[in-house]
């Protein structure tokens, strides 16, 4: 089964940016849809992003357009979250996560593996 880590995380200031990646190993990440998910203290985990197996399509929450990009190098067996413009609301744990599903996956339900999270903090 895949392991999946994630890194990048860190404390930003309000208007910066952070890439976040996700790294596989033990299975290969072009077999899996990949989304990223966040928790906030004291919230519920919500989706964040989507990607499809290909790369080829993504899918967004409505706040993140235009912020936020998730992309994938299958051959480095990685996927990414670039963050832009951040704001203090984005503070949360980011976690990505690998779905046998196919296409874009909302839902958590949806996803099979999940990384441990990385903290993601924006100061005002």
């Known amino acids: 089964q895949v392991q999946l880590v994630e890194s990048g995380g860190g404390l930003v200031q309000a208007g910066g940016s952070l890439r976040l990646s996700c790294a596989a190993s033990?299975?290969?990440?072009?077999?899996?849809?990949m989304g990223w998910f966040r928790q906030a203290p004291g919230k519920e985990r919500e989706f964040v992003g989507a990607?499809?197996?290909?790369?080829?399509?993504?899918h967004y929450v409505d706040s993140m357009k235009g912020r936020f990009t998730v992309s994938r190098d299958n051959a480095k067996n990685t996927v990414y979250l670039q963050m832009n413009s951040l704001k203090p609301e984005d503070t949360a744990v980011y976690y990505c996560?690998?779905?046998?599903?196919?296409?874009?996956?909302?839902?958590?339900?949806?996803?099979?593996?999940w990384g441990q999270g990385t903290q993601v903090t924006v100061s005002s």
């Open positions: 033990g299975g290969t990440v072009s077999n899996y849809a």
């Open positions: 990607i499809t197996r290909s790369g080829g399509r993504t």
């Open positions: 996560a690998a779905s046998t599903y196919y296409g874009i996956n909302l839902n958590s339900y949806q996803y099979n593996y």
